[in-house]
């Protein structure tokens, strides 16, 4: 078994085509990845979408990795994937529209980076309860490296927390996950 790496992770979000069969599909991607190892999986969460108007609901979903690449060739490879799964990166796709695929770097480990192509954590994540939930259900007690707070109560201070709809568990995704989450009790 190979030794070393870092704790990264990952949120996964989706709402064009078959969301479900996406998500198995990154899952699938990530397997093939001889730089990454899926360690775990937060629950599936059904969210309204954020952007412009007249798109579906996402999935959304917060995947633990253990990772051997550099944080900006983790962002590189998380990129590819998300091509081969359809995402439109042109420049003239709508700033949070509609995707087949979001794979968003949010921590790496507990480094603060700041380049012109990556921040993390990502500096919106705490803001956003779809992105929290299920962090917070994968690391309840992971700490934000730049608040300082632990994950669960990020979520849990989000107003909008329970907007965040449990999902079923989707074929092909992993069904681990950690307990002490967001609902207390991993349920």
């Known amino acids: 078994m190979r030794v070393g790496g870092e704790i990264v992770y990952v949120a996964v979000g989706a709402n064009l085509g078959d969301r479900e069969a996406t998500f198995a599909s990154v899952i699938r991607s990530l397997d093939r990845e001889a ?14 979408p954020v ?8 999935l959304n979903a917060a995947l633990e990795l253990r990772s051997w690449l550099a944080p900006l060739d983790l962002l590189r490879r998380l990129q590819q994937i998300e091509g081969r799964l359809g995402r ?37 994540a705490h803001e956003r309860a779809f992105v929290m939930r299920p962090m917070a259900e994968l690391a309840p007690g992971f ?16 107003p909008d927390v329970d907007d965040v709809q449990l999902w079923p568990r989707p074929p092909g ?15």
């Open 51 to 58: 952007g412009p108007l007249g798109q579906g609901a996402y």
């Open 35 to 48: 730089d990454l190892l899926v360690l775990a999986a937060s629950p599936v969460f059904e969210t309204a």
């Open 173 to 187: 995704w992993p069904g681990n996950r950690k307990e002490g989450g967001v609902s207390g009790g991993g349920g």
């Open 88 to 124: 439109d990166r042109s420049p003239d796709a709508p700033r949070w529209g509609p995707r087949t695929i979001d794979l968003d770097l949010l921590f790496y480990g507990d480094r603060c980076i700041d380049l012109p192509d990556l921040v993390v954590p990502h500096p919106r």
């Open 143 to 158: 700490r934000h490296p730049v608040m300082g707070i632990p994950i669960v109560e990020i979520a849990r201070g989000r």
